[in-house]
């Protein structure tokens, strides 16, 4: 059993761009028939996490905000990046690393965003360049309020 965070950036963005972001030493993996191609890098040992980018055309996404209403976003094209963290033995670093990847890519690329827990909860959108948090308790659990300072609650 993992937790998994999903980041998804809309446009057509060469997967390599964003990977040199997230994780330099990603690599291209076999994909599978009919599927698009995937980098992807073991992170456990240094942040607690395992990584993947993948692309696409034809998005759907929808989750749950933070009043139970459901979120729902279609970009015509997509860059995935998926963040794989183990539940049993999860590491304390393990979120505060991936946040501040997820926080290094928005900082370099100016694609609308939507950060997404286990394809169910909504934690972070940005439309036209506003950056909004959703779900403030899970930002505040985590002790991640200072890697994304200044942006909209």
Known sequence: MAVEYRLTLA???PLEE??????PEAIETPASPGRS???TA???E????AISVYGGRHGY?????DDGSHWEWEPEAYVNVGFRMGKDEPRDDATPNMVATVARILAARKEDAAFVLNGNWLLLTRVDG???KHRPTWWHN???????AGWQV
């Open 42 to 44: 073991d992170l456990y």
């Open 37 to 39: 191609r995937v980098l």
């Open 142 to 148: 985590y002790g991640v309020d200072e890697l994304v």
């Open 46 to 49: 240094r942040n607690g996490y």
């Open 130 to 132: 506003a950056l909004r």
């Open 11 to 13: 446009g057509d963005i």
């Open 18 to 23: 964003v990977a040199s972001l997230a994780a």
């Open 61 to 65: 996404y929808d989750a749950e905000r």
